[in-house]
Structures are given as structure tokens and as C-alpha cells.
T-cell receptor
């Protein structure tokens, strides 16, 4: 375990379903991230939360909705997804300290999402 | 924004040989360059990183070199072992930003 736990590990959902991905970090970090990993593409940043506040939304479609209730938990709510949204969704955390950021990202094992 | 290119996409080496993976970046303001290893069924794990105030860093069998003038950095693995088989990603980040830009990954296979 890396200290970042993602659930579920696998998820199959229909295009009309609503589901949520969960991420929890036990590292005391203050920044959390959602990344999308598709085959033969670079990891794509989706959302960034610093101190529970969303600081970046990387042009992600509104069918993906993040939620960060506290600095230890991060959710990704999914609704009316498309088959092309099938991918590995990775959560990461880091300790950001302003000008002197720690930089080290710790990733969870991801949720393998299949949209049918 | 930053653009990170990584080569090769696949690499096979005999056990005991060395492996080299190369990355280039476009943003001259980038100053932090981590390398991640991703094994099957797991998320990427940080294995080594380098900051722009140094040119080389070594940790046992792995080393990273950075050429800021040419904007490229490389991962070197010596005395490769089968457990080194994985996908390796390079990344770049600049101070003040909180978005790591990743390369497309290199699948390394170490043949026993």
C-alpha cells in the first residue's frame, strides 16, 4: 500500500448509470489529484485540489464531477458516461508548501472503469 | 503548456544489461523531473527524481541525468533484473504549477 487507497478497483457501468470513485490518503498531504490513464496516451490531469479547494479543472466534461470534503478524501462522481471514458482513473496526493513544493506525488492503484 | 516526449515506447534487454530511457521537454521553466515505475495492476511509483540545480543523481542501480540546455533528461538502469520489467514514465513540472506533465511511457522487458 502506498498510503493512497482507491475504491473500487474495478467498475463496469452502463452509460445511463451514476457511480462514484473514492480516494483516501493517509499521508497528511494537502493536495489531491485525479488523473486519467488511457492506453498509449500520457497521463491526463483532470482535477487538482489544494487545501480542499479546486484549483484546476483541466477542461474535463461535466459528466465528471469531483468532490473533496476534506484534505484526506476525494471523490469522482460519474454520470452518463461514454464508452471512450473507459480508462484507469488514478488518484494522487502530495504535500504542497507554496513556493517550496515537495513535488513528490503518491499514486493510488487506480480504478479500472469500463463503460458499456 | 509543457510537452514531454519519451523514447523508446518499448525496450527489451537481457538480464544484467543496462537500459536507457530518454525524455525531452519543451518548457524551459520546468525545474523538477521525476521518474515513475508502474507495475501491472498498480499505480505509478516514484523511483527517482532530479531538480534543475543538479546534472546527475544516482540511487543504487538507477540514475538520472539532466541537460537543461538541451532540455532532455534520461533514466539509466544498470544490471537489470526481471523485476525491473514495468512501464516507466518521465514527467516535468515547474515551480508554482501543480500539474505534472507525463511522457507516454516506456514498457521495459528484462529477459532472464
Amino acid at each position: 500500500e502506498t498510503g493512497v487507497t482507491q475504491t473500487p478497483r474495478h467498475l463496469v457501468m452502463g452509460m445511463t448509470n451514476k457511480k462514484s470513485l473514492k480516494c483516501e490518503q493517509h499521508l497528511g498531504h494537502n493536495a489531491m489529484y485525479w488523473y486519467k490513464q488511457s492506453a498509449k496516451k500520457p497521463l491526463e490531469l483532470m482535477f487538482v485540489y489544494n487545501f480542499k479547494e479546486q484549483t484546476e479543472n483541466n477542461s474535463v466534461p461535466s459528466r465528471f464531477s469531483p468532490e473533496c470534503p476534506n484534505s484526506s478524501h476525494l471523490f469522482l462522481h460519474l454520470h452518463t458516461l461514454q464508452p471512450e471514458d473507459s480508462a484507469l482513473y488514478l488518484c494522487a496526493s502530495s504535500q504542497e508548501t507554496g513556493r517550496t513544493s515537495h513535488y513528490g506525488y503518491t499514486f493510488g492503484s487506480g480504478t479500472r472503469l469500463t463503460v458499456v | 503548456g509543457e510537452n514531454v516526449e519519451q523514447h523508446p515506447s518499448t525496450l527489451s534487454v537481457q538480464e544484467g544489461d543496462s537500459a536507457v530511457i530518454k525524455c525531452t521537454y519543451s518548457d524551459s521553466a520546468s525545474n523538477y523531473f521525476p521518474w515513475y515505475k508502474q507495475e501491472l495492476g498498480k499505480g505509478p511509483q516514484l523511483i527517482i527524481d532530479i531538480r534543475s540545480n543538479v546534472g546527475e543523481k544516482k540511487d543504487q542501480r538507477i540514475a538520472v541525468t539532466l541537460n537543461k540546455t538541451a532540455k532532455h533528461f534520461s533514466l539509466h538502469i544498470t544490471e537489470t533484473q526481471p523485476e525491473d520489467s514495468a512501464v516507466y514514465f518521465c514527467a516535468a513540472l515547474r515551480t508554482g504549477a501543480n500539474n505534472l506533465f507525463f511522457g507516454t511511457g516506456t514498457r521495459l522487458t528484462v529477459i532472464p
